[in-house]
């Protein structure tokens, strides 16, 4: 073994240029896969961030897509949503809460500064819901609820933009010329469970929503998070669907299209996340591929340059 060294060693000594050359060859590898792994970690890791954001055991319960007559569309939105469904969601088995929301978008104004910005009037049990952390402050309460109080939680971007960030809380805004004491402010979020922007959202109470800024009486859509183990079985995930939809029937059915037999269907549909996080799984396993292929291709670059530099010196 010591002869072996000494040998290696001599020929280093002697051959400066092509061992110069042959270590920088398998260091460039070396350096590529730190790299490659680097980037395919870092973009895996914001794969798995995005699944756990989405939600992949939280369903909605959006109205229906209009059914065009006689060459017209039909409005959209769904008037039949109501705080008795939430309730009776709550009692289906595998799920664990239910958030109402209405949402719209209002001039929000604090200080000098005015934009129009999502407001979104939501139940108390949606920052659990959606795991949403807060960065500075707190969610509204049941009590900021029942009693339709004026307090606000803001998004991430939208805190900074007119209110220095965290140091919001404590501050006011005012939405449609209302004022809101600004209670909390969530920390970064990007979209959310229906492509919207959660960091230039205010979010407000329900009920304070519903009364003081948008004169509505139903609810726009209904969030619903499955227990943990629907998230991880597709299969479990489509029971508690169907379960929803089955406790929704007998208040959400209509008779829709032309014809002799028009078909009776449901004003609302119940979705799962399952397209956008098999998106993101889809994303991963290709991350996952490609590091596998770059790692090859630098092993067998680096081979190759120094089997040929030791061939040359041959």
């Known amino acids: 073994m010591l002869t072996a060294s000494r040998l290696a060693w001599r020929m280093v000594v002697r051959r400066p240029a092509r061992s110069t050359l042959a270590a920088l060859g398998i260091a460039l590898v070396v350096a590529g896969l730190v790299v490659a792994e680097a980037v395919a970690g870092q973009a895996r890791r914001a794969a798995a961030g995005e699944i756990r954001r989405i939600g992949a055991d939280v369903l909605t319960v959006t109205p229906a897509p209009p059914t065009p007559r006689g060459g017209r569309a039909r ?17 289906v088995d595998g799920v664990l809460r239910v958030a109402g929301e209405y949402r719209g978008t209002l001039p929000v104004k604090a200080g000098a500064l005015a934009r129009q910005a999502s407001v979104a009037g939501v139940d108390v049990t949606y920052g659990v819901l959606r795991d949403a952390p807060l960065a500075a402050g707190r969610f509204f309460d049941s009590a900021d609820a029942a009693a339709a109080r ?12 007119l209110a220095g960030g965290a140091d919001a809380v404590a501050t006011q805004v005012r939405l449609r010329g209302i004022p809101f004491d600004v209670v909390g402010v969530l920390a970064p979020r990007g979209t959310g469970l229906d492509a919207f922007d959660e960091d230039e959202t ?23 998070r499955a227990d943990a183990r629907a998230g991880e079985r597709p299969e479990r995930l489509a ?4 379960d929803i939809g089955a406790a929704l029937a007998p208040r959400h059915h209509t008779t829709r299209g032309a014809g002799p037999t028009p078909a009776d ?11 956008l996080v098999e998106t993101r799984r889809r994303t991963m396993r290709a991350l996952a591929v490609f590091q596998a292929a770059v790692g090859v291709v630098l092993v067998a670059a680096g ?5 040929g530099l030791q061939l040359l010196a041959v």
Do not use: I
């Open 75 to 91: 409005a959209a939105e769904v008037t039949t949503l109501r705080d008795r469904d939430a309730r009776e969601l709550a009692a």
């Open 150 to 161: 004026r307090v606000a939680v803001l998004g991430a971007r939208l805190a900074a933009d």
């Open 202 to 224: 205010v979010f407000v109470p329900l009920t304070t929503a519903r009364q003081r800024l948008f004169d509505a009486r139903f609810l726009q859509r209904l969030f619903v």
């Open 239 to 242: 029971t508690v669907a169907r």
């Open 265 to 275: 269907r449901a004003d609302v549909v119940v979705a799962t996340q399952d397209r």
């Open 303 to 307: 081979a190759g340059g120094v089997f």
